[in-house]
């Protein structure tokens, strides 16, 4: 989990800060510096690295059609935003569906 964490350090940190090269190169290292802290947490949740890839997936799908019907010009803020919230949610929505029905059948309401 934290080398997919790692690569999705690199495709953020590297299209958030402009600058050229030196730029893009500076922003891919800090992205992958600071996200694989967040695959490790999420893969001690018990996250799985083929939701959490799913869902990055569609989250930058997301963001990237959110950019171009918007105002038709692609955005790689809108993109970093859709991965990284879609990756936190594919990695993290098995675990609360089991934790629900969990909760469901020891509650007398569920019963």
């Not at 029905?101 to 059948?105: A, D, G, V």
């Given at each position: 989990m934290a080398a997919?964490?790692?690569g999705f350090g690199i495709v953020v940190g590297s299209g958030s800060v402009g600058g050229g090269w030196i730029g893009i190169l500076s922003g891919a290292?800090?992205?992958a510096l600071v996200l694989p802290w967040l695959g490790v947490?999420?893969?001690?949740?018990g996250g799985?690295?083929?939701d959490c890839f799913g869902g990055a997936v569609?989250?930058?799908?997301v963001g990237l059609l959110?950019?171009?019907l918007d105002n038709g010009a692609f955005h790689f803020h809108n993109f970093n935003l859709g991965l990284m919230i879609g990756g936190m949610m594919g990695a993290t929505f098995v675990l609360l569906l089991a934790l629900k029905?969990?909760?469901?059948?020891r509650s007398p309401v569920g019963r």
């Open positions: 997919l964490w790692l290292i800090a992205g947490l999420l893969g001690l949740l799985s690295v083929k569609a989250g930058a799908l959110f950019g171009l029905q969990r909760l469901l059948q």
